[in-house]
């Protein structure tokens, strides 16, 4: 089940106090954006989303501002195996629905995906601490095929 978190600026303020974060305008807007969205941004989703309200920020600036958030928890990034990196901001359990058509990224909660286990044979000697699953396939709007307007005969 999907718990997004709370996001009052103290909310905020106190989660970055909480991970030795400095809280800046820019920091603040990058993460409100998304804690907003389900989307998985990229990197330049999250830049145009961001930068008309601070016109001199730089897509260096959020790469930067996102490792800070990556490297503290506050975020992860969604492994893709083509595109762009995409990131996500819910931090729940949760695995992901992947569109080959279209790109878009869906959040999964499965409790039975969150039980999986494997024996200790098939790890290689991994210590394995967590899993993710993906789904890969079409989504609904890429499987549903688009009429096309026939061209009108006069």
């Known amino acids: 089940m999907n718990t997004r978190m709370k996001s009052t600026p103290a909310d905020v303020r106190q989660r970055f106090r909480e991970k030795g974060l400095k809280l800046t305008p820019q920091r603040y807007a990058i993460y409100e954006m998304m804690i907003h969205t389900d989307s998985h941004p990229t990197v330049e989703d999250i830049y145009h989303a961001v930068q008309p309200m601070f016109p001199m920020l730089s897509l260096n600036t959020v790469y930067y501002t996102l ?13 893709v195996q083509e595109g762009a990196a995409r990131f996500d901001a819910n931090m729940d359990r949760h695995h992901h629905l992947v569109c080959l ?3 878009k990224i ?3 909660y499965d409790d039975a995906l969150d039980q999986l286990k494997i024996s200790a ?3 290689n000697g991994y210590l394995v601490e967590s899993h993710r699953v993906e789904f890969r396939g079409y989504c609904s709007e890429c499987r549903t095929p688009r009429r096309r307007s026939k061209p009108k005969v006069r």
């Open 101 to 103: 058509k279209c790109r």
């Open 106 to 108: 869906e959040d999964l």
């Open 67 to 79: 490792t800070s958030l990556k490297k503290a928890g506050l975020i992860a990034d969604v492994p």
């Open 121 to 123: 044979k098939s790890t």
